[in-house]
């Protein structure tokens, strides 16, 4: 067990600091500041890296056996349940972003401003806690002694109705299919842009590199959803291997999804990743 849980850690601190090391460079320059398509990355770069942290927190707590009252448990569930929700939704809003960026080139800086973004973000946080903001509200109304109890802590003990299991699993499934038909056609559109004879072609095809890219980053937020379905599968396996088992399945199917998707977006990028190699070489010179 104190291999799995270095493992975990050292996999998580490794990724978050390369994650902060590209907000670092976003944040230290001024066209990334300005740029709404890096002001989504940076969200991106923070959303990321709170799932992650947030995740394996309650896996070690699980792997432990804590338990901790309801109240301070639904917090964590609220954490990880938002940010599990606002990837698929920030990667609809940069394909969003480079499709205006392509199909309104002259009018790009007008529409998508640093506001507008901030707006967008706003928004982002608010859809995704609707469900789970709900389901508290509702628990709250019910049985207001229901957060004093310990328990561990997995999403099942905070609910008390069928409905609220389906009510997550709908929303999620609903946000999946909206982002993935969504960046659909986002990619169908900006290929059709690129085959016309006024459109920068470079720059549509880089576009629809990105957002295939992003169909690529979705199909990652995806595996997130098989995680039950093998952790309940291992449930049935020898006692020996559950713990081996569950950690393949956490660190497969949740760690390596969100430490990979942004780090592979960020070093795709021509004007991050030189950056970006600069530092982690322990080498911040000066670059035009």
């Known amino acids: 067990m104190v291999i799995v849980v270095i493992v975990i850690l050292a996999t998580a601190f490794f990724f978050c600091f390369l994650n902060g090391l590209m907000f670092f460079i976003l944040w230290s320059k001024s066209k990334f500041r300005e740029d709404s398509r890096y002001i989504l990355f940076a969200h991106m770069l923070i959303n990321d890296s709170v799932h992650l942290m947030g995740t394996i927190v309650l896996f070690l707590f699980g792997l432990a056996f804590f338990h901790m009252s309801k109240a301070v448990c639904s917090i964590l569930i609220l954490i990880t349940g938002v940010t599990f929700n606002n990837t698929p939704l920030n ?54 002694h229901f957060f004093t109890t310990p328990v561990l802590c997995i999403r099942e003990q905070l609910l008390i109705e069928e409905w609220q299991l389906a009510l997550t699993s709908g929303l999620n499934f609903f946000f999946l299919v909206v982002v993935a038909l969504t960046i659909l056609y986002i990619y169908v559109s900006i290929t059709l842009v690129a085959k016309s004879a006024s459109t920068n072609k470079d720059s549509a095809n880089k576009a629809r590199k990105t957002v295939l890219l992003h169909m690529f980053q979705l199909g990652l937020c995806i595996t997130s959803f098989l995680y039950t379905v093998f952790e309940a599968l291992i449930a049935k396996t020898a006692t020996a291997l559950f713990v081996p088992l569950r950690f393949v399945n956490f660190f497969c199917l949740l760690v390596l999804p969100r430490c990979l998707s942004p780090l592979i977006y960020g070093l795709r990028d021509s004007a991050i990743r030189p950056l970006f190699l600069r530092y982690f070489r322990c080498n911040p010179t000066t670059l035009k």
Do not use: K
Request: hydrophobic residues 55%; charged residues 15%; proline residues 4%.
């Open 91 to 144: 990667l609809a809003v940069i394909s969003l972003e480079r499709y205006v960026a392509i199909r309104f080139p002259l009018r790009h800086t007008e529409i998508a401003t640093q506001r507008r973004t901030a707006i967008a973000i706003g928004l982002m946080w608010l859809i995704s806690s609707v469900n789970i903001l709900i389901e508290i509200f509702y628990i709250i109304a019910i049985d207001p």
